[in-house]
């Protein structure tokens, strides 16, 4: 888990490098960075579903128990099917997106909005983007099943590291054309997802698979997956529809608004990439193969290990960036064309989201136990329920709080999800308790608050005075109050956590190495 944190955690860094420099190019209002965010969404709804999301979670445990029982000769020729089925699926969806993007845009009023209209424009070019992401997905797949996760960890910043190059370009060539600017950009974004394919599929190759068009429908093991998968499509299309809703609603409320939901979700979703992510990755082959034993005391094990660890770092960090989250976002954003009015907004959307933080962190991991027995019926059946939920409480709560209504229906349907997969699982698996992640969660929550209050404070001292001298209106004392206020909310937690003599804390040491 350590290896696959620290590579997610340089990736992620990189994602918020990408967002600084988005934030000072077009700022969070601006309407071509709107048009890309809500197109963009599109493709990245497509590798939710067919790259790191359903199939895989259907995929993964597949290949690993087919390395488990029937060795690589046999399991490559299986891979093989199914990115095939996986390549013919994404085809489709590409080509039918693309054409009602060119459908929409050739009959729409004339009086449509500007924002509108750049979205169906450029959805086209970004379509394929979903097919080089996805099929990266279905091969870094192969590779953590392999137990080789430093590539497929590692490889996100490929993406962020050509969009920021983009970005610093387009500062020179074309600052006054913000058209031509956004359709560079976005080739950007295609160029980026090709050369991830490319690095994983030569590492793939690398550990003896080579990938050929094999598409055999009668397969057992390909019957077996669409069975498996397409609840799970089902399942993740319903939340991608929700992240879409979103997206489209942000649109209804303005550009302003689409800019504080994205920058605020990519600055949550930090913690989980690098928490949340990490541990699921590494979990559902560890589950699988045990289930595949029959092992269920090795899976309630690694299942209650991953959990109390995700909460153990997910908490704090909710607590620390909300005591500070207008100073974080103002740090990170306010600059360029990114104004003060802008980070005021972008903190109240930032302030909803992380009321589910530790959800959207544990989410990742409760449903690995139905994806390990391959059951990818029940998680549907949730998402639905959620979806149901979330579109309800969307419509109700952006007429109080505009996106930051959005945002806290996320959080809210997020923390259902997570109890209801969890409920359900305590019935399915006998030999897992709740109680014992429920004992973890309010014990962690408690510690995390008095930290936090401890962040509160220490940023109250220094908010007005000044810092070895430097005046508080400097960015330089931004972030020193940042530091220094952070750091003692950490140690406070940290030294809470020794004398509370919770386990987390020695175990995050033995798997760093320090004990």
């Not at 891979?79 to 080509?95: K, M, N």
């Not at 649109?251 to 939901?261: D, E």
Request: proline share 3%; aromatic share 10%; hydrophobic share 55%.
């Amino acid at each position: 888990m350590l290896t696959i944190s620290s590579l997610t955690f340089c990736s992620r860094i990189f994602g918020l490098l990408r967002d600084i420099a988005m934030s000072w190019y077009w700022g969070a209002s601006d309407v071509a960075q709107a048009a890309f965010q809500v197109a963009f969404a599109f493709p990245n709804s497509l590798r939710s579903l067919f790259g790191e999301g359903a199939f895989n979670q259907a995929f993964v445990p597949i290949i690993a128990d087919s390395l488990e029982t029937r060795g690589k000769e046999e399991t490559w020729l299986l891979a093989e099917r199914a990115i095939s089925l996986q390549l013919t699926l994404l085809l489709f969806c590409v080509v039918g997106v693309s054409a009602g993007s060119l459908l929409g845009l050739a009959f729409l009023p004339a009086d449509t909005a500007l924002r509108v209209r750049l979205t169906l424009t450029i959805l086209p070019l970004l379509m394929p983007y979903a097919l080089f992401i996805c099929l990266s997905g279905a091969f870094a797949a192969i590779l953590n099943c392999l137990r080789r996760f430093f590539l497929p960890a590692l490889n996100p910043i490929v993406f962020n590291l050509v969009q920021i190059l983009s970005i610093l370009l387009l500062s020179r060539l074309w600052l006054n054309s913000e058209f031509m600017a956004l359709l560079f950009f976005c080739l950007s974004a295609i160029l980026a997802g090709l050369l991830q394919l490319l690095i994983l599929l030569l590492a793939a190759r690398r550990q003896g698979f080579v990938y050929r068009f094999n598409p055999s429908w009668n397969c057992p093991q390909v019957k077996l997956l669409c069975r498996n998968v397409l609840p799970g499509i089902v399942g993740a299309g319903v939340m991608q529809i929700n992240a879409l809703v979103d997206r489209i609603l942000g649109l209804y409320l303005g550009s302003a608004a689409v800019g504080a939901l994205n920058f605020s979700q990519h600055l949550v979703y930090l913690p989980v990439g690098i928490f949340g992510v990490a541990m699921s990755v590494v979990c559902l082959p560890s589950m699988s193969r045990a289930w595949a034993r029959q092992d269920e005391a090795e899976m309630s094990s690694s299942l209650d290990y991953a959990m109390r660890m995700v909460l153990f770092l997910a908490l704090p960090c909710a607590f620390l960036l909300r005591a500070l989250s207008l100073e974080t976002v103002s740090l990170l954003f306010q600059r360029g064309a990114f104004t003060a009015e802008a980070a005021r907004q972008c903190a109240w959307t930032l302030n909803f989201y992380l009321l589910g933080l530790p959800a959207f962190c544990l989410a990742k991991v409760a449903s690995n136990p139905f994806h390990a027995r391959k059951d990818t019926k029940t998680p549907v059946q949730i998402a639905l329920l959620c979806m149901c939920l979330n579109l309800v409480l969307n419509l109700l709560l952006m007429r109080f709080l505009s996106q930051g209504g959005l945002a806290l229906s996320t959080s809210v349907c997020s923390w259902l999800n997570v109890i209801l997969l969890l409920k359900l699982n305590q019935k399915r698996q006998k030999s897992w308790q709740a109680r014992h992640i429920l004992i973890a969660l309010l014990s962690l929550t408690v510690l995390a608050a008095a930290a936090g209050a401890v962040t509160w404070s220490m940023r109250g001292f220094l908010l007005t005075r000044t810092i070895l001298g430097i005046r508080p209106e400097l960015a330089l004392h931004g972030m020193l109050l940042l530091l220094i206020s952070g750091t003692a909310g950490a140690l406070c937690y940290l030294a809470l956590n020794m004398l509370a003599r919770r386990p987390e804390l020695k175990e995050l040491m033995q798997a760093v190495g320090l004990k």
